[in-house]
């Protein structure tokens, strides 16, 4: 598809971004040169990860509260998802849609039906999207980015800022008294869909994730409240 939006000469119409799955997929579509081709229509080829999720998308061209739409090839798509927005919806489809629908600029582009205008002003219609399952030459070999911790700790000492509030040294819990614990009072009834978003909601809250109290302080703050129907 991106081929066919290069040789009518025509680009995205809004931010398209491209997200490797690993450091072997981008190694790989930079030596086949799908990453050149999205690029040369507009894309924006990003570091590899899951995609701009877990409320870490830093956009600029839509403010918080504003409603909005986007469409992704990413498999979850729940409110806040990809950029903390409340007021973003979300939707999901396949690569090869996401990529006929920036060409289009339109939300009710149909492939199928629909046509496009070159930049010459002639129109046309994208071809179905045909390509290999796997990559011919195989997956690209990477180093290892692993790097292995030393076989003797014992002289490595971990020095930490006591007063950061980003990381924090975690001190042994107090072993088990072999109690149950009983008659603990219930702090939160949780109400339809409850995932590890709801539970622990990352965004700029992953800047805690080496402080323990810090992080805690999120604990089902996504999460519906039962007593009242809100967001914790």
Same mark, same amino acid.
């Given at each position: 598809?991106? $081929? $066919?939006?290069?040789? !009518? ?16 997929? !981008? ?18 080829? @990003? ?41 973003? #919806? ?32 002639? =129109? ?21 980015? +692993? ?15 006591? =007063? ?33 978003? !709801? ?6 809250? @992953?800047? +805690?994730?080496? #402080? ?17 129907? $809100?967001?914790?």
């Amino acid at each position: 598809i991106a $081929q $066919q939006a290069i040789d !009518h000469g025509i680009q995205a119409k809004t931010i398209f971004t491209v997200t490797p799955g690993s450091e072997q997929i !981008h190694a790989t579509i930079e030596r086949d040169g799908q990453a050149n081709k999205l690029r040369e229509m507009g894309g924006i080829v @990003l570091a590899n990860a899951c995609g701009p999720c877990i409320g870490q998308w830093d956009r600029k061209d839509k403010k918080k509260g504003e409603p909005n739409t986007i469409v992704t090839s990413y498999n979850r798509n729940f409110t806040g998802r990809n950029d903390a927005n409340p007021a973003t #919806h979300g939707f999901v489809t396949s690569p090869e849609m996401v990529t006929a629908l920036v060409l289009a600029g339109d939300l009710g582009f149909n492939p199928m039906t629909d046509e496009l205008t070159a930049a010459d002003g002639s =129109k046309f219609k994208l071809n179905p999207p045909t390509g290999d399952t796997l990559p011919r030459s195989g997956f690209q070999k990477v180093s290892p980015l +692993y790097q292995a911790p030393p076989e003797d700790s014992a002289s490595i000492n971990v020095t930490v800022d006591s =007063k950061s509030d980003r990381l924090q040294v975690l001190e042994p819990f107090a072993k088990w008294d072999g109690k149950d614990l009983l008659e603990m009072p219930i702090l939160i009834k949780v109400k339809g869909k409850c995932t590890t978003d !709801h539970i622990s909601a990352a965004g700029p809250w @992953l800047k +805690y994730r080496g #402080h323990l109290d810090n992080i805690s302080n999120n604990m089902f703050i996504g999460a519906i409240n039962a007593e009242n129907d $809100q967001a914790n």
